[in-house]
Nanobody, 115 residues
Framework: QVQLVESGGGLVQAGGSPRLSCAASGSISRFNSMGWYRQAPGKQRELVAFITSGGSPTYEESVKGRFTISRDNAKNTVSLQMNSLKPEDTAVYYC?????????WGKGTLVTVSS
């Protein structure tokens, strides 16, 4: 069991560069991957990016080149640096920890991008 707490959301202007952080209550080194998902109003939750235990990142197509995911196993944190934000990036962003078929979720942090 692990608790995940996101932070860093808020109201941002288009083109802004906020950084989201996810703090885990325990070691994240045991998880196969750590990731960020988002859910926009009226839409399904979608993967934004994930990073494996070995440090390899994968990004959803629309955020490639704009977002960067990183993990710090020593601090048990995962971050998402978001650059060049667009209004369509507005969503609740959720931190995820995956251990094979087990998934743990944070409660989410809202990012609202104003044009």
């Amino acid at each position: 069991q692990v608790q995940l707490v996101e932070s860093g959301g808020g109201l941002v202007q288009a083109g802004g560069s906020p950084r989201l952080s996810c703090a885990a209550s325990g070691s994240i080194s045991r998880f196969n991957s750590m990731g960020w998902y988002r859910q926009a109003p009226g839409k399904q939750r979608e993967l934004v990016a994930f990073i494996t235990s070995g440090g390899s990142p994968t990004y959803e197509e629309s955020v490639k080149g704009r977002f960067t995911i990183s993990r710090d196993n020593a601090k048990n944190t995962v971050s998402l640096q978001m650059n060049s934000l667009k209004p369509e990036d507005t969503a609740v962003y959720y931190c995820n920890a995956a251990f094979y078929s087990l998934n743990y979720w944070g409660k989410g942090t809202l990012v609202t991008v104003s044009s």
